[in-house]
């Protein structure tokens, strides 16, 4: 029954301290990387910072020091470098930029008001309710389109339900997070991540969702219990009704024609983002999510005779996409100095392959570091390290299967407690700081860090039971 825990004696058996030595040789820019990176974590955890200024210095800081070496990029300096890794990332923001324009022109007709007081009604304001209502739209609507325009449309929905219940925001905000977070992994349509892995690793659709699903349906699960635990008191607030029953959500749609052409073109976005593979396949023309959003975003200003000038000052977020832009040149500086690489390997040499200990180590150490590093790059490395153990052979296939679907799952786990790497947690946070709805970083984390844990080894026990006992 607990055949699992025989990992315990195989630490210590595998434990060689030369192999671990050599695992872990860095380069003296790969340790500068690793120093800055922690010491972005220490300035923002403080929170005495902007967020953006600190991302800028601290890159700023690396490519001085010439952290970005010549092994990638030739004769490059250390500034091309950081400069050509965000401009190979300018997809992530102009789809950011198009969604933010859509959801913010949608949400001047006052549309997310109709469906907030709709919520809040049809349930009564019960927080018990609220919840199942809210965190299954983020399932459901992150399995088709991606979290980021999941919480691009649902944040705003839920500081308006919690401000007119006078109830706290918080909780609810961190569920939808962690919703659309966990689910994102379920299919390859949604997660860039799952959708490489799967195209790398020659794993079929439906394999991505037979395999995952009863992961992140389980760890949805143990994620409300412990939620549920942690904000208690919290839904102890009564909410206030009086208000609620007198209000009549109809009332809330100030202009038709500007609510029917932003939902109008809402969907039309989300149906080319679901059927981009299947257009691709009939009629070879290939788009992407970002030419997508950004198209639709300036069709709906000329349909609606808007100013670009004042919509693109009005309703962009610069400040969050400058964090973002620097905040890749700082992980991208491990990535140059085979930080991540170093971890990926690292791992076979510390097992001694051991199959159980390297499925424990994967799911967990994944998850973890997908909370303080970005998980698209550690991916992508763990990715061919998991080909090269296919090819080479170095562990069974059914222990490579485990480990597979380990790493897709527990990166996406990790990622749900990250504030700064995920960009819908980024931008969750954003859209409550915007209704000065302030969520304490350090706050965050530490609610977060033990459920990653939790959920980790969790998804440890179910690839375990499957694949290996």
């Known amino acids: 029954m607990l055949e699992f825990l025989s990992f315990i004696p195989q630490i210590y058996a595998s434990w060689d301290a030369e192999n671990i030595k050599k695992s ?4 003296s820019e790969a340790i500068i990387s690793i120093i800055w990176l922690v010491a972005l974590f220490a300035i923002l955890i403080t929170e005495k910072v902007d ?7 601290i890159a700023w800081a690396l490519i001085f020091l010439q952290v970005f070496g010549d092994t990638t990029w030739g004769w490059a300096s250390s500034q091309e470098v950081a400069g050509g890794f965000i401009y190979h990332n300018l997809d992530i923001f102009a789809f950011i930029i198009g969604m933010m324009i859509i959801s913010w022109i949608a949400k001047d007709s006052w549309i997310f008001n109709y469906f907030a007081l709709s919520i809040a009604k049809k349930t009564n304001g019960s927080p018990v309710k609220l919840f199942f209502v809210l965190s299954y739209m983020a399932f459901f609507m992150t399995i088709f389109i991606s979290n980021i325009p999941t919480i691009i449309i649902l944040a705003p929905i839920v500081v308006l339900i919690t401000r007119k219940l006078d109830i706290p925001s918080i909780p609810y905000i961190i569920w939808v997070i962690t919703f659309a977070n966990l689910w994102w992994a379920v299919t390859p349509i949604s997660d860039p991540t799952t959708y490489f892995q799967a195209t790398t690793l020659w794993f079929t659709f439906w394999q991505v969702i037979s395999n ?3 992961i992140m349906f389980t760890v949805t699960i143990s994620s409300s219990i412990y939620l549920y635990l942690v904000f208690r008191k919290d839904f102890k607030t009564k909410p206030d009704l009086e208000e609620l029953e007198k209000v009549n959500p109809i009332e809330y749609i100030k202009n038709k024609k500007e609510l029917f052409f932003s939902i109008l073109i809402l969907f039309i976005v989300i149906f080319f983002i679901i059927f981009k593979e299947y257009i691709f396949t009939k009629t070879w023309v290939k788009l992407d999510n970002w030419s997508i959003a950004l198209f639709w975003a ?4 000329l349909v609606m005779k808007h100013s670009v000038a004042d919509i693109l000052k009005s309703k962009v977020d610069y400040a ?13 500086a491990l990535e140059n100095n085979w930080v991540i690489n170093m971890l990926a390997n690292g791992l076979v040499e510390v097992t001694n392959s051991d199959e159980n200990l390297l499925l424990l180590m994967l799911t967990m150490g994944s998850a973890i570091l997908s909370v303080f590093i970005d998980n698209v790059p550690y991916n992508i490395a763990m990715v061919w390290t998991l080909e090269s153990f296919r090819d080479q052979q170095i562990v069974t296939w059914t222990a490579w299967m485990a480990l597979a679907w380990g790493l897709n799952a527990c990166t996406s786990i990790g990622w749900a407690g990250s504030p700064i790497w995920a960009a819908c947690n980024v931008i969750a946070i954003w859209q409550a700081e915007k209704t000065w709805v302030i969520i304490n970083f350090l706050k965050f984390l530490m609610i977060w860090v033990p459920l990653v844990l939790i959920n980790s080894f969790i998804a440890y026990l179910i690839l375990y039971y499957k694949y290996l006992a």
Request: aromatic share 30%.
């Open 24 to 27: 872990v040789e860095l380069s």
């Open 51 to 57: 967020k953006t200024i600190v991302s800028i210095l």
């Open 212 to 214: 995952t699903w009863l």
């Open 298 to 301: 300036f069709f709906l200003i």
């Open 320 to 332: 969050t996409l400058f964090f973002f832009a620097w905040l890749f040149i700082v992980v991208w």
